[in-house]
């Protein structure tokens, strides 16, 4: 009896967790947390880039990878349409938070003699999506 008992207990427990996972699975696909992580994930990557930005030639270089930065920000875009309003609401205040940082490396970049017309239409892109977020 004893043995079966404690397979029963064993059983429900199992159940129990089962369960919890369901909940769980429901829960993360109700939240932003893969869009507000990704868009963090591509504010870090452009000012990274930016901060790498010291005249032409490292404009040049950064270029493709603020291209590609461009077309992730564009997909992410599309994912953001269909979110609620408290999954934009927590994705905007992610976006806001960075936002100043962003900028003012956008302005230093954009300063620099001859760099502006290199990187400036995709900064351009870029900036309007992100605002596009909050």
């Avoid at 699975?25 to 932003?32: F, G, K, R």
């Avoid at 870090?44 to 010291?54: P, R």
């Avoid at 230093?108 to 596009?132: C, H, N, Q, R, Y």
């Amino acid at each position: 009896m004893l043995k079966f008992t404690s397979v029963l207990v064993m059983a429900l427990i199992l159940g129990v967790g089962f369960a919890g996972c369901d909940k769980a699975e429901e829960a993360m696909q109700n939240t932003d947390l893969g869009a507000t992580a990704e868009a963090s994930k591509l504010l870090g990557s452009a000012t990274k880039s930016l901060a790498g930005i010291t005249d032409v030639e490292s404009a040049k270089a950064a270029l493709p990878a603020l291209k590609d930065l461009d077309l992730d920000l564009g997909k992410l875009m599309a994912k953001v349409k269909d979110m609620s309003p408290e999954q934009k609401s927590k994705l905007t205040g992610a976006v806001s938070k960075a936002m100043p940082q962003l900028e003012s490396a956008m302005a230093k970049v954009t300063s620099m003699a001859g760099v502006g017309d290199i990187v400036g239409p995709t900064l351009e892109s870029l900036m309007g999506k992100f605002k596009g977020m909050m």
